[in-house]
């Protein structure tokens, strides 16, 4: 079982950046693939970026790429994603997710495990 806690949402300026954090427990949370995704009002989850557990290769959603950074600490369970330059269509919730340990990466949102309970991040214009 892993837990996922996210942490580092806010209100920003469109321009501006924010650091997310997910921290995760459970013995074998350095074994499983992450990923971010977020969700706007009225609309689906989408995914935003991944990263593996093993080689660290990371994946991106095209709206986000150049401006966000997926990495992982596995020594503190911890991934993190680093957004720059906002825009105020990235508003939404974000959350974390995790795959049960030694499975591949995916985007796929309904072949993530474990889920946490999201961050809310709002970019103003």
């Known amino acids: 079982q892993v837990q996922l806690v996210e942490s580092g949402g806010g209100l920003v300026q469109a321009g501006g950046s924010l650091r997310l954090s997910c921290a995760a427990s459970?013995?074998?949370?350095?074994?499983?693939?992450m990923g971010w995704f977020r969700q706007a009002p009225g609309k689906e989850r989408e995914f935003v970026a991944a990263?593996?557990?093993?080689?660290?290769?990371?994946y991106y959603a095209d709206s986000v790429k150049g401006r966000f950074t997926i990495s992982r600490d596995n020594a503190q369970n911890t991934v993190y994603l680093q957004m720059n330059s906002l825009k105020p269509e990235d508003t939404a919730v974000y959350y974390c997710?995790?795959?049960?340990?030694?499975?591949?990466?995916?985007?796929?949102?309904?072949?993530?495990?474990?889920w946490g309970e999201g961050t809310q991040v709002t970019v103003s214009s």
């Open positions: 997710a995790a795959r049960k340990p030694f499975l591949v990466l995916t985007t796929t949102p309904s072949l993530f495990d474990y």
């Open positions: 990263i593996s557990w093993r080689t660290g290769s990371t």
């Open positions: 459970g013995r074998t949370a350095s074994n499983s693939a």
